[in-house]
């Protein structure tokens, strides 16, 4: 597996929280979806992986090297936070001033395009803009110094579905160079089922799970029982489980296999939602 980003026992340690030995790595030409409750530590590990935060233990390489000083590495990188971060009185177009400046490869056709394709216009006031719109600047200033690899931290949560759309379909266009990448932390697990090739699920500062969305989609499901199937169920078998006031709700990693074993058996689909939920709110089985 050909990787952009590596990630090797990330660790940092916090009063009362610690980013435990986070690894996963992002593929060229795939988008990774980063998903966890709130202060799981999916900015803690973006944070790191960018050298925003220092980090106690680990490593993290783009393209086989660590991250330096080195500017052609913060050329190749294009990172939008939930929060903008560019001065109230700027216009979009003296940000693209300002950027072309900043970056040796920046694309000013390409940056136009984008602040027609986002409706932003060109010469108001940051500060007058509405947070959707901010969030669409900063996307496009990440775009147009044309980066290899979006480091997107909940970067649509500010956005409309419409508009939503629209971004999801520019990041499927990124990926479609398989030199690109993408790695996002959403809570809106529906965008990541729409684009995301893997999912890495970060739990109370561990890696829980690193799958592609597909072994998600098409094994994973949920298991709907009583008490007494509950109990003659091959506990190998239960990822997590949460008991609601009719039922047991068991996740399996095998729906086909349960479906076949237990006749009659009522297994439903699980979304990345119902994952998520059963895992930090149900019990974990292993
Ligand atoms: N600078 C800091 N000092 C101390 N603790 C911190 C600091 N930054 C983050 N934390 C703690 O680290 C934990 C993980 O926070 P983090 O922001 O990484 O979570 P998250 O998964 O991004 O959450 P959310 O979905 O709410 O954004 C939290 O308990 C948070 O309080």
Redesign the pocket.
Known sequence: MDAILQVENLTKQ????M?DHVSFSVPKGTIMGLI????????????AILDL?HKDDGTVTFWGQELSSSRQLKEDIGVVF?GINFYDTLTPAKVGKISSAAYKQWDEYLYQDFLNRFQLPPDKEIKTLSKGMKMKLCIAVALSHKPKLLIL??ATSGLDPVMRDDILDVFLDFVQDENHSILM?S?ITTDLEKVADYITF?HQ?KVLFCKTKDELRYHYGIFRCGAAMFDQLDKEEILAYRKDDYQWNVLVADKEKVRRKYKNAVVDDATIDDILLLYVKGEQAR
Not at 14 to 17: D, N, S
């Open positions: 916090y009063a009362g929280f980013l966890g409750e709130n202060g799981a530590g999916k900015s803690t590990t973006i944070n935060i939930d931290d909940e932390s809570h970060i500062g």
